[in-house]
């Protein structure tokens, strides 16, 4: 059984003029092991779909339908206490903007300590004191970043900070929101190195929401690829990113730089998300589509697998 | 932070300097004879010019008044009032207390009462409380102060009969001990609610807007995917962040607290520095106006670098920088 089965998830923003369906029909599973990429231009819902496994969308504006399996249990129907239990020893997380995931008035220790009190209530300072420093050197931080406050250190610090704080409990699924956007490609590479080598050595499985195709390359076996709200082709990261077969897909590897081969003009896509809150019959990428048939404006393409574990969305075939 | 706190108190040493400068500057530039405006009088008597020429050296070039100006306002002689034939000091130190304990008691009561509405507002937020807090907030800043007050007394004391109208004692009654405290306490209601009523509502405002915004921090995110319950996320985290921006509104809004109960003072008949700036304006009494100005502004410079001070040390960006 897959560690996450996300079946049919629909979220809705709910705002006074308006709602956004930001994640549509979304279905994705993640088996126990996995490095899946999530990848995606800003606002096709990534990180309202990681919110959502998380729990953490407010419940007054948003409206979520669907299921997420996470080891047997559904999150979608979830309490309050139920999420307690998950929270950092089965399901953590680095968010997006991890930058300021530290509160700037309290010291480093402060917050790692009591994060890891609410888990092992009692835990004397000694105790606190050994976990901060086994997680520190897991990140190659220095013992002395626990006694300064957050405007102390510099970004790429606070960021393996905040991925040391997800893997305090050895937790079964880690989100990472775009957890080294920020950093220099040096700092980065490093990170997502040592990231892989904790992964390898733990068996945690990741989910790594992300723009940089290059990471994807370098640290995922799988790659899942959302558009406007709506999971357009997912597959082996090996099959996907050489022989991308949506559109959408291709386009999106056109706008990156590759270092082999001869010098091309980068492609981009031309045109912009579609407007989400209104009902797009057909399907979502169609409007910016250099394919695109009468049948795609009007009916919605399904997830069809070509081979095992690799599945796109559109209704015409491979080119 | 010592190099910040020194930079702070430079700045507030200067605009002292400014101040009494201003001060020193105003009656030697107005037209007429700078005798007379310190006098009050149209007229001053031979003794009364050779005394004020000698104290103030006027004979003298302009900068050595200035010298002997400071030297007197260093001393802590702000003058002499001829109306009331009293030191300046005298007449100020009469009636500070009451204007303190006035200000200092409603301050501290719509900082407490503002700071906690405003923080049950923001966690529940669009609530009936919420939308009830706010929307009193705006109407009790849109009340003129003087105007609640009447009201206040035309209420509780005129037709309740409940509470006194006026003063700060009731002088026919001779009271000592505890029982005058008791006599000073049933004064200070209603002016002091009058007061806490309209500061209250910048306090209440500020408190909210702040918790609302430490809520939607991104360490919040972290701290409750964490598993850290609602109730410690607010009380370790938000509150402490939260509670920057109203201690500099505290600083910013200390000058109105003290002298924005003037018009109360005068309403209630307190008897505090409000009347007095009152009655030395319809007297000229340059002397006691220009003593009240240096005092404030000596006082509320100095409380600024404290809660400077306290600013700092609150906040670590400032005192590790
Ligand atoms: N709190 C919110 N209220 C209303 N709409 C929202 C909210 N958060 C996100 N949205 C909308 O939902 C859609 C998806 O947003 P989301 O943040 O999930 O995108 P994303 O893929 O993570 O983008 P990025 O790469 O920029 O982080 C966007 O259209 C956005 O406008
Ligand atoms: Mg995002």
């Given at each position: 059984m897959a560690l996450l089965e996300i079946k049919n998830l629909d979220v809705r923003y709910i705002m006074k003029e308006r709602q956004v369906l930001a994640c549509d029909d979304v279905s994705l599973s993640v088996e126990e092991g996995d490095s899946?990429?999530?990848?995606?231009?800003?606002?096709?819902?990534?990180s309202t779909m990681a919110m959502c496994v998380l729990g953490l969308l407010p419940k007054d504006t948003t409206r979520t339908s669907g299921e997420i399996l996470f080891q047997g249990e559904d999150l979608v129907k979830l309490t309050e206490q139920g999420f307690a239990k998950l929270r950092w020893k089965s399901l953590s997380a680095v968010f997006q903007k991890s930058m300021n995931s530290l509160s700037p008035v309290h010291k480093v220790c402060k917050q790692m300590f009591d994060i890891y009190r609410?888990?092992?209530?009692?835990?004397?300072?000694?105790?606190?004191?050994?976990?901060?420093?086994?997680?520190?050197?897991?990140?190659?931080?220095?013992?002395?970043?626990?006694?300064?406050?957050?405007?102390?250190?510099?970004?790429?610090?606070?960021?393996?900070?905040?991925?040391?704080?997800?893997?305090?409990?050895?937790?079964?699924?880690?989100?990472?929101?775009?957890?080294?956007?920020?950093?220099?490609?040096?700092?980065?590479?490093?990170?997502?190195?040592?990231l892989t080598k904790l992964r390898e050595a733990s068996g945690i499985t990741c989910m790594m929401i992300t723009h940089n195709m290059a990471v994807v390359a370098g640290s995922c076996d799988k790659v899942a690829v959302m558009y406007a709200g709506r999971l357009v082709e997912t597959g082996m990261t090996a099959r996907v990113l050489t022989e991308p077969r949506h559109p959408y897909t291709q386009g999106l590897l056109a706008s990156f730089p590759t270092f082999e081969g001869k010098k091309q003009a980068l492609k981009g896509i031309p045109g912009s998300l579609p407007d989400l809150s209104g009902e797009i019959p057909g399907c979502v990428f169609a409007y910016r589509c250099p394919h695109a048939a009468e049948r795609c404006f009007n009916e919605?393409?399904?997830?069809?697998?070509?081979?095992?574990?690799?599945?796109?969305?559109?209704w015409l075939g491979p080119r | 932070m010592a190099r910040y706190l020194l930079k702070r108190f430079f700045l507030c040493m200067i605009a002292v300097m400014f101040s009494v400068f201003i001060n020193f500057a105003l009656v030697r530039l107005a037209p007429g004879d700078p005798i007379s405006i310190m006098a009050g009088i149209e007229k001053p008597n031979p003794l009364m010019i050779e005394a004020l020429t000698k104290k103030y050296g006027l004979d003298k070039p302009i900068i050595v008044q200035f010298g002997m100006y400071l030297q007197n306002v260093f001393r802590g002689d702000y003058g002499f009032s001829y109306r009331s034939n009293l030191p300046v000091t005298t007449l100020i130190s009469e009636r500070v207390g009451p204007t303190l304990l006035l200000s200092l008691t409603s301050l501290g009561l719509s900082i407490l009462l503002g700071c906690w509405l405003g923080l049950r507002a923001a966690r529940k937020k669009?609530?009936?409380?919420?939308?009830?807090?706010?929307?009193?907030?705006?109407?009790?800043?849109?009340?003129?102060?003087?105007?609640?007050?009447?009201?206040?007394?035309?209420?509780?004391?005129?037709?309740?009969?409940?509470?006194?109208?006026?003063?700060?004692?009731?002088?026919?009654?001779?009271y000592t001990g505890f029982q005058n405290i008791l006599d000073i306490l049933k004064h200070m209601i209603l002016p002091v609610s009058c007061t806490t009523f309209l500061m209250m509502p910048g306090y209440y405002r500020i408190m909210r807007a702040s918790a609302l915004q430490a809520m939607n921090e991104d360490y919040v995110t972290l701290f409750r995917a964490a598993g850290m319950p609602r109730k410690q996320v607010f009380r370790s985290y938000v509150l402490k962040?939260?509670?920057?921006?109203?201690?500099?509104?505290?600083?910013?809004?200390?000058?109105?607290?003290?002298?924005?109960?003037?018009?109360?003072?005068?309403?209630?008949?307190?008897?505090?520095?409000?009347?007095?700036?009152?009655?030395?304006?319809?007297?000229?009494?340059?002397?006691?106006?220009?003593?009240?100005y240096l005092i404030l502004s000596i006082s509320i410079t100095a409380a600024?670098?404290?809660?400077?001070?306290?600013?700092a040390w609150m906040d670590p960006r400032i005192r590790l920088s």
């Open positions: 899946i990429g999530i990848v995606g231009e800003s606002g096709s819902g990534k609410v888990h092992t209530p009692g835990a004397d300072e000694n105790a606190c004191k050994a976990m901060a420093g086994a997680l520190l050197d897991k990140v190659n931080l220095p013992q002395s970043v626990l006694n300064l406050y957050p405007h102390q250190l510099s970004g790429g610090m606070i960021q393996r900070i905040s991925i040391a704080l997800c893997l305090m409990f050895d937790p079964a699924l880690i989100i990472l929101d775009e957890a080294t956007t920020a950093l220099d490609v040096v700092t980065e590479s490093q990170i997502l190195r040592e919605k393409p399904v997830m069809t697998e070509h081979e095992p574990g690799w599945k796109s969305a559109c | 669009d609530t009936l409380f919420d939308r009830f807090f706010s929307n009193l907030a705006y109407v009790l800043d849109a009340m003129p102060n003087f105007w609640l007050g009447l009201m206040m007394m035309l209420l509780f004391a005129s037709t309740l009969k409940l509470l006194p109208t006026a003063g700060m004692i009731d002088v026919r009654a001779g962040n939260a509670v920057l921006p109203v201690v500099t509104m505290i600083g910013m809004s200390l000058a109105y607290s003290i002298m924005g109960v003037a018009l109360i003072e005068i309403v209630f008949a307190w008897p505090g520095m409000g009347r007095l700036l009152l009655d030395s304006i319809n007297k000229r009494d340059y002397a006691v106006l220009s003593g009240i600024t670098v404290l809660l400077d001070a306290v600013y």
